[in-house]
C-alpha cells in the first residue's frame, strides 16, 4: 500500500506571497493532520481535518488555513508569507479519529521563504 | 494528554540493544504510549505502541511498566540506519479524541561503530 505522499517536496518563496502544500493519504485513511517543524520550536500540530471538516486546530494564526477534499486529500494554504514560516510542512494520516491507531507520516514538503 | 519525559540523548554500539526510557508519571487509564523516530530531515515515523502491556513488533518491543508510570523501547540490534531522535509520546484513546500529537524534545539516538 502506497504511503502518505506530499507535493512539492521543496518550495521557495518570497515574503507576502501565499503557498499551498498538497497532501494524499494512504488509501483508506481519512483523517489528514498537519504539522510545522523549526529548529526553534520542534514538531507543532497545525491542524487536523475529518471528513472534509476540521476537528483540531493547533496554536496558528490565520493565515494558515486547510482544507480536506471528499477524497480525503489535503491541502494546507499559507498567506502572506514571513520568514519565519520557514520549515518542514508534515502531513500525516490515520484511519480515524479515536487515538487508537497510529499516524502514519509522509516525507513533509521544506518550504523557505526568502 | 500526559507529559513525557525523554534524556536528551543517548549513545549505543552497533549490534548492541539500544534501550530508551521515557517517564510519563501523569499518564491516565485511557492514555496510550506511542513511539516515533524521526531520521534526519524525513517525516515521524511511527514504531510501536501500547496501554498496558508489552508489545513487540518487527522493529522494536515496548515494555510499560505495572503502574505505567514508565517504559522502554527497545531495539534488539541496533544498526547505524537507526541513529534518529526518538519521540514518546503519551495519547489519550477515546471515540472522536483526534489524533493530534504532541511532540517534546525526544531522544537523539547515536548509534556507532
Known amino acids: 500500500k502506497a504511503g502518505v505522499t506530499q507535493t512539492p517536496r521543496y518550495l521557495i518563496k518570497t515574503r507576502g506571497q501565499q503557498v499551498t502544500l498538497s497532501c494524499s493519504p494512504i488509501s483508506g485513511h481519512r483523517s489528514v493532520s498537519w504539522y510545522q517543524q523549526t529548529p526553534g520550536q520542534g514538531l507543532q500540530f497545525l491542524f487536523e481535518?475529518?471528513?472534509?471538516?476540521?476537528?483540531n486546530k493547533g496554536n496558528f494564526p490565520g493565515r494558515f488555513s486547510g482544507r480536506q477534499f471528499s477524497n480525503s486529500r489535503s491541502e494546507m494554504n499559507v498567506s502572506t508569507l514571513e520568514l519565519g514560516d520557514s520549515a518542514l510542512y508534515l502531513c500525516a494520516s490515520s484511519l480515524g479519529l479515536a487515538g487508537v491507531v497510529p499516524q502514519y507520516f509522509g516525507p513533509g514538503t521544506r518550504l523557505t521563504v526568502l | 494528554d500526559a507529559k513525557t519525559t525523554q534524556p536528551p540523548s543517548m549513545d549505543c554500539a552497533e549490534g548492541r540493544a539500544a534501550n530508551l526510557p521515557c517517564n510519563h508519571s501523569t499518564i491516565s487509564g485511557n492514555e496510550y504510549v506511542y513511539w516515533y523516530r524521526q531520521i534526519h530531515s524525513q517525516g515521524p515515523q511511527y514504531i510501536i505502541h501500547?496501554?498496558?502491556n508489552n508489545e513487540t513488533n518487527e522493529m522494536a518491543s515496548l515494555i510499560i511498566t505495572e503502574d505505567r508510570k514508565s517504559s522502554t523501547l527497545i531495539l534488539p540490534h541496533a544498526t547505524l540506519r537507526d541513529t534518529a531522535v526518538y519521540y514518546c509520546i503519551v495519547r489519550v484513546a477515546k471515540d472522536n479524541a483526534g489524533n493530534m500529537l504532541t511532540f517534546g524534545g525526544g531522544t537523539r539516538l547515536m548509534v556507532k561503530p
Open positions: 501500547g496501554l498496558k
Open positions: 481535518y475529518f471528513s472534509e471538516t476540521q476537528r
